[in-house]
């Protein structure tokens, strides 16, 4: 492949990615409040939101510093890099080397870190309580994920990602228990990680139960058209990593032709498809958890994600 | 080079003396500082032409002071010239730092006489090539900055502080001087001759527990960490920043000199022992910082895991060096040694952004702070690339080192040996969660110090620090920002103290497309800090060009909306004590026994309701406070001796010396 096609495969996939996170917010909103008998809002609302509030003034609290307005685009930035990192119809693109799954973890821990100073900055209670909710969530989510990467990358010799997915496309993978584990623990993340049903509520505005929505309660305007698109790329960007190390199948290889390329990006839209929808019925057969329940289930995770990387010191094939 | 390098130190140890006048000079804390910052830039540039253009060289130098029949002997190799340059970089920038902070001083005869001093014993140490001048440097260290810790002897708090670190650090040196004593038994105390004996496996294995012990009561691993928050707050800002920073590398210096060095082939139980002890320090360490409200008390704490990460990394490359593994080795010890040297340079940057604070509000208490981004824009901005830094986030330098050691655990499943496959998971995940409290600690200590509304009237009313302070503080964080984009640089650096002291080293990373750092090869993992750090930068830029051409860039103020019930007390935020509370909650109670209590007056009384918080140090409780309450007795049964009459006094001489000559007879 020329350089050329290299670059264009890469923008490809950040455009798709950057296009495609508030299709697939709307998508789960859709099928949840089908779900829910609900008509719920059209599958292109997100977009018209995002279009909506970035034509709106921006409305800054009167103690709000520098950083409160810069935070947007750094969260923004850290999650679209990390997006990127994720191969999502072909394996093997542009960048994929410049970063590995644990530096795409802390990328979106930077991106997690500003949130929260972002919620603390107006000076308000619910900023605070936000980001101190966040500040435990994380300090169980992010070893559980950094765990769970230690399983799977033990197991495929590898923390590329791109080497990851073709490690798990071959057949050298077979069946192991410990790729079980770190699939539901790879899950509780992605849920609690994503402000999602059970761990916090995306659609609450109820101030005592919330976390992330508190956090970003005094953006408004285009800041938080940036902060809203950022989540809903880290929610592809989560729903992506599970696709491509749990299903890697269909994704095109480094050296794919362009036919190659477009049935990888087939597959990976039905593979959004199905996993969207079975969050969107995983969420409405759930209620949200109490704050300090949320620990033990993350709890579970770290377990379970323990277990998988122990079980892969002992034994080999497990 | 070793004869500059000892001539810098004379320097120093000239200007100690010199202190004691300049001290009631006017200009004299400038001229001092100045010296210092002369001294130690010489130095750091010595010890880095050294290690980067002759790292093969081992020049040495025997001076005719010290033991008679012995001198002083100093030697100049790989490590001695990472760690000088560590030492004097770390103390370059507090002296830089002080030319502006040293001039509030109080009483700077208190501090003035002992800071150069101080800086000397630790290069001394660093050059060290016999045991005499390394414990005598050592000792030297504790002492001038005991001096310093107590240097502001009227709070009650500093004094305990004083006696504790006074005590832990005879400790350490007590241990040292039995390792030394073992190790010499059979050579002497020239390292060279240490070097050259061949001990026995079991008395190696003796020296290594001592040392742990010695130099990890300096480093402050945990348990021996008690002495550490209490003395590193205590003393003035930058020298709290060079004891955090840098003293705490003498020590690792210390460590890595004697079992990598000193001693025969490693046994794999020694790795055991270190991970043993470097993990849970580096995850208790960072939670009890999470736990504090006093700014350095936070920091303080936070070196304490920071110790623990470089302490599991240097026991990986022990593990991996008793099985033979050499360049696995290599990547575990390159790892701790980078970390060690990020660890100094954000470390101090910290503790100075905590003496700037300290400096412009009086306040070492953060829910006494806040708002102070709006008053203190420089520092506050120095300070949060310190804060992403410390916590691992990438593009920073901190992340590269936990990087490497995360690496390094990952290709552990290839040691042989049952035990460390059980412990080093186990270890892997202390790591995961240290770096996920860690960043939680630094947006609390952030968040409620230099965000948000003031919570005091010195808060409102802080003012910028001066030039000097924020020269040291921006340079700091150009450079957290520099290892972070190109650390291959380091890496390389590094390659010859790896070389020497676990036998191998990493993979040359300089030249590879992009500087991409690839620790073992492409396939299996590869980080480039530059193109993350530029990619990023293009991303943000991109939407905020895009924003402002194609939506609104409008832009109104007006009062905070807080869910429409927004109230102008400042107490109604969020505190240092509120934010930890839900982490207290869930690790809390098993850690530090925390419980808390809320007292409820009963309804129609007017008496205010109260919550208070109680946190142990269940370490101090445990192990401490027997150690402290058995000595208490025994001290109580033996004062009798001090009220005898003189009869009893000489029937208790005559007994005591019948029983040695029948020891002797015996």
Known sequence: ?318 | MIAVALWSVAALLVLAPAGIVLSTHPRGSVILYGGCLIATSTLCVTALSDLLYFPHLTPSATLPIGLPWLGAHFRLDALSAFFLIVVNLGGAAASLFALGYGRHEDSPGRVLPFYPAYLAGMNVIVLANDAFSFLVAWEFMSLTSWAMVVSHHREAENVRAGYVYLLMASFGTLALLLAFGLLASGAGYDFDAIRASHPSAALSGAVMILVLLGAGSKAGLVPLHAWLPLAHPAAPSHVSGLMSGVMTKVAVYGFVRIVFDLLPEPVWWWSMVMLLVGGPSATLGVLYALMQRDIKRVLAYSTIENIGIIFTGLGLALAFKAEGLDWVAALAFTAAMLHVFNHALFKSLLFFGAGAVLGATGERDMEKLGGLIHRMPKTAFALLVGCVAISALPPFNGFVSEWLTFQAILLSPQLPSWGLKLVIPAVGGLLALAAAFAAACFVKLYGISFLGRPRSDVAASAHETDHFSLTAMLVLAALCLVAGILPGLFIDALAPVSKDMVGSMMPHQVGLQWLTIVPIAESRSSYNGLLVFLFAALCGTAAATAIHRFASDRLRRAPAWDCGYPDPNPAIQYSASSFSQPIRRVFGSVVFAAREIGEMPPPSSPAPARLQVEVHDLIWDVLYAPIAKLIGFATDRINILQFLTIRRYLTLVFVALVVLLLVVAL
């Open chain 1, 1 to 318: 492949m020329t350089a050329l096609s290299d670059i264009l495969s890469q923008g490809a996939q950040m455009s798709l990615v950057l296009g495609g996170a508030p299709l697939l917010t709307g998508f789960v909103r859709k099928v949840k409040a089908r779900l829910l008998r609900r008509r719920g809002p059209p599958l292109l609302q997100p977009y018209r939101d995002l279009i909506r509030l970035m034509r709106k003034d921006v409305v800054l609290a009167d103690n709000a510093s520098w950083l409160f307005r810069v935070i947007p685009y750094l969260i923004f930035a850290g999650t679209w890099v990390a997006a990127s990192l994720v191969p999502t119809f072909g394996n093997g693109l542009l960048f994929s080397w410049t970063a590995d799954l644990i530096a795409i973890i802390a990328l979106l821990g930077s991106a997690r870190f500003f949130q929260a100073l972002a919620g603390m900055d107006v000076g308000t209670a619910f900023g605070g309580i936000g980001s101190s909710r966040e500040g435990m969530i994380a300090s169980l989510a992010e070893p559980a994920m950094l765990i769970t990467v230690f399983s799977v990358a033990m197991i495929a010799g590898s923390t590329q990602l791109s080497n990851v997915a073709e490690f798990m496309g071959s057949d050298a993978v077979g069946l192991r228990v410990s790729l079980g584990m770190a699939f539901v623990a790879l899950t509780i993340v992605a849920l609690a990680e994503n402000a999602r049903i059970p761990v916090d509520n995306p659609a609450t505005h109820l101030e005592l139960t919330m976390v992330h929505e508190a956090m970003v309660l005094e953006y408004s305007g285009r800041h938080l058209a940036l902060i809203d698109l950022s989540s809903q790329l880290k929610l592809l960007l989560y729903v992506s990593l599970i696709a491509c190390v749990f299903l890697p199948w269909g994704t095109a290889t480094a050296d794919a032709g362009a036919g190659r390329l477009a049935f990888g990006a087939l597959l990976y839209f039905g593979k959004l498809t199905v996993l969207g929808f079975l969050l969107a019925v995983f969420e409405t057969s759930i209620a949200k958890m109490r704050v300090f329940r949320i620990p033990e289930f993350l709890g579970a995770a770290l377990m379970l994600a323990l277990l998988a990387t122990l079980l892969r010191f002992v034994s080999g094939s497990l």
